[in-house]
């Protein structure tokens, strides 16, 4: 078992789903920029689109996300304003979609029949590779009786369900109930309908949770066989997220705590033959993601853990993120705003950050510790090299001359490990603690 250091585990740093963070974006990028980018991604070049979806039947108190109660009318409207959307970036844009992920929010807010009229856009509009994976997060309270059956048939073939945790107490907590039967009735009709590509999302260090908690959630899991499983720690902001001063500082489990849970889902599955992928999911060995990740393919992006993103990531819809090299850019959040930019057939891009090529190397090695957990650093960023002595020192790190590898122990901390090769001003009070 890795040893617990309270100094490291108590620190806060970026998940680094992009270099630079969402903490360095800024007004001066916008939609010139992202206009720019499009038009020089190559003819036929691979690309991923990522439709966030803000809205959720109901809102848990957890979540960090810019998501919102849906109403009929806001989906509907939100509904017409992405197709008008992706006709605009479609006609910018030449290169082949490699993948599509739907994110939220909830995408499953919206009924599958209008789902499936939104990925019948995309197949008329953009040039979708026969191989593509298309993936859906989906709340498993809101599947209904033949949604899998409408996905599947417009090529849904991987669908990652938000499991959080299944103590009751915990649930009441989040304001999340779902019994395990509701989560087992949407992995069947899923599988049934010829999805089986299934992720759970589970989480650690939720209020009034417990080790024995999060391992008879794990347990329970393992029941249902999903090929992969994320497993976050919850990141507790009230100052900055209202709907999560519903929790109680006083409910949340402790430093110690947490870094006993992370640990107990890492020795559990894989135990249960699941291979580790970076510091916070795991896969069945047959997965993409365990393939990609012992091919040293794997990468890092706004959607965590995945494949390949191509030559670039391409977001859809307010608050959507968009990665292309040299630049990342943010569409509006505001959905008044968003709607109205959309409609008159412009690009939404307000925000991000133009990415140079230090951000471009120094990124390189953040990713490839988080996703590989070895890196040769170049000489000219050698000078963060004396940083990750102390963690050395605990054992945390391997360091032989410009070669750096996180050690078994090193793990659990790898966000921080990687944190010293971050050259911009770092927001605590925006991320979350490193284990």
């Known amino acids: 078992m890795p040893t617990f250091h309270p100094d490291l585990a108590a620190l806060a740093v970026p998940r680094y789903t992009s270099y630079p963070t969402a903490a360095q974006f800024h007004d001066g990028v916008g939609a010139v920029d992202q206009a720019r980018a499009l038009a020089t991604v190559p003819m ?3 690309v991923s689109l990522y439709l966030h979806v803000p809205f959720c039947q109901q809102i848990c108190w957890y979540c960090g996300c810019n998501t919102g109660v849906a109403a009929s009318d806001r989906l509907r409207r939100y509904e017409r304003a992405l197709l008008a959307e992706i006709a605009t970036v479609a006609s910018l844009m030449r290169g082949q979609v490699i993948a599509v992920q739907f994110g939220g929010g909830s995408p499953n807010a919206m009924a599958a029949p209008v789902l499936a009229r939104i990925i019948a856009a995309l197949r008329a509009q953009f ?5 593509c994976e298309i993936a859906m997060e989906l709340d498993p309270r809101a599947v209904q009786p033949g949604d899998a059956a409408i996905l599947a048939a417009d090529g849904v073939n991987r669908v990652s369900l938000g499991v959080q945790s299944f103590a009751p107490h915990v649930q009441r907590l989040i304001n999340r109930q779902q019994p395990f039967a509701v989560i087992k009735a949407a992995v069947d009709q899923f599988r049934a309908a ?8 589970l989480m650690y260090g939720l209020p009034g949770q417990s080790v024995v908690d999060l391992t008879e959630t794990i347990e329970q899991a393992l029941q249902l066989q999903p090929d992969r499983v994320a497993v976050f720690g919850y990141a507790h902001m009230p100052a900055a997220i209202a709907r999560q001063r519903m929790i109680s500082d006083l409910d949340l489990p402790g430093p110690a705590a947490r870094f006993a849970m992370s640990t107990a889902a890492h020795r559990r599955f894989t135990a249960a033959g699941y291979v580790a992928i970076g510091f916070d999911h795991f896969a069945r060995p047959h997965d993409s993601l365990a393939q990609a990740a012992a091919g040293g393919t794997m990468i890092r992006n706004f959607q965590g853990y995945a ?14 993120i968009s990665q ?5 850019v943010q569409n509006e959040k505001h959905l008044g705003q968003w709607e109205m930019t959309v409609h008159a057939g412009r690009l939404a891009g307000c925000r991000g950050v133009v990415v140079s090529a230090d951000d471009a190397q120094r990124g390189e090695i953040i990713a490839r510790l988080l996703c590989n957990g070895v890196v040769e650093v170049p000489d000219h960023l050698a000078t963060a090299l004396p940083g990750l002595a102390g963690h050395a020192a605990r054992g945390l790190v391997r360091l032989h ?5 996180l050690t078994p122990d090193g793990w659990p901390y790898a966000r921080l490990i990687a944190s010293a090769f971050d050259a911009h001003p770092k927001a605590p009070q925006r991320h979350s603690r490193a284990v």
């Open 44 to 46: 036929g070049a691979p």
């Open 127 to 131: 040039d979708l590779a026969a191989t």
């Open 194 to 201: 010829g999805i089986t590509a299934i992720n759970f999302d």
């Open 307 to 320: 494949t390949e993103a191509g030559t670039a990531l391409i977001g859809l819809g307010a608050t959507a």
């Open 324 to 328: 292309f090299p040299g630049l990342i």
């Open 401 to 405: 001359g410009h070669h750096v590898e």
